[in-house]
């Protein structure tokens, strides 16, 4: 009988190939991928999974896949003279485990969407009206920024810090996109001033180099 032995060429091709296959792996830097065409999330569901469990399918139609909380303007009368509506799985359940979803953000004049960041996604937006001054802080501590009007584009890579604000004459609207269904948000302000239980004064006096009236002055702002 013969005996067949593998080619000596073997190991330097299957490395290249397992060396290829890693590489060009697809990074899930974001939300998982789906594991079927659709999840509608069933938001009533008592299961806690990571994400949302399916409604039956049997249920689903057409409404599910179409959103209309984006038609109306939202209301900016609140202290910081901007709002966001959100259109994430919360919303609109039809974009659970599709890793993406959007936000409408409205501006009064002089509107200012505060300093925030979102743990997990990417965002990217266009300005529909007005001028925005679009920011964001790295990691290093560079500020990057630009006055945007109408049809321009913007992105905050995933998880710096950024804000938009009106510095047109007029009200102003853009749309934000994200690679999650749900992005999260954390404000800044609230975050460490509005929590609940607070915050200790004096980590915040000492973070911040202030002295504790003044702290109680900011939290009296955001305390819930
Ligand atoms: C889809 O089903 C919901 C109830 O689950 C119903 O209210 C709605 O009218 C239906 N929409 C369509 C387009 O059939
Ligand atoms: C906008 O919100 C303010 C404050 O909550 C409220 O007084 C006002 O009636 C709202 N305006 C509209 C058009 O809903």
Do not use: W
Not at 56 to 64: E, G, I, L, M
Request: proline fraction near 9%; charge should be neutral.
């Amino acid at each position: 009988m013969e005996t067949t032995t593998l080619p000596s060429i073997f190991p330097s091709v299957f490395y290249t190939i397992m060396v290829l296959f890693l590489v060009l792996l697809p990074c899930h830097a974001s939300d998982p991928d789906p594991l079927q065409d659709f999840c509608v999330a069933d938001l009533q569901s008592t299961a806690s999974i990571n994400g949302f469990p399916c409604k039956p399918q049997s249920t689903v139609n057409s409404s599910d896949f179409f959103f209309s909380g984006f038609t109306k303007e939202g209301n900016t009368s609140n202290p910081f003279g901007a709002i966001v509506t959100p259109g994430n799985v919360l919303s609109f359940p039809g974009l659970n485990t599709l890793g993406i979803s959007m936000n409408r953000v409205d501006f009064a004049p002089g509107g200012l969407n505060p300093p925030h960041s979102h743990p997990r996604a990417s965002e990217s937006g266009v300005v529909i009206q007005g001028k925005l001054l679009v920011g964001f802080i790295t990691t290093r501590n560079v500020f990057y920024s630009k006055v945007l009007g109408p049809g321009e584009m913007f992105v905050i890579p995933r998880g710096l810090v950024h804000f938009q604000k009106n510095v047109g004459e007029g009200k102003a609207l853009a749309f934000t996109a994200f690679n999650s269904q749900l992005s999260g948000a954390v404000v800044a302000a609230p975050n460490l001033f509005g929590a609940t239980p607070a915050v200790p004064n004096n980590v915040l006096a000492q973070a911040f180099q202030i002295d504790d009236s003044l702290v109680n002055q900011i939290k009296s702002k955001f305390m819930p």
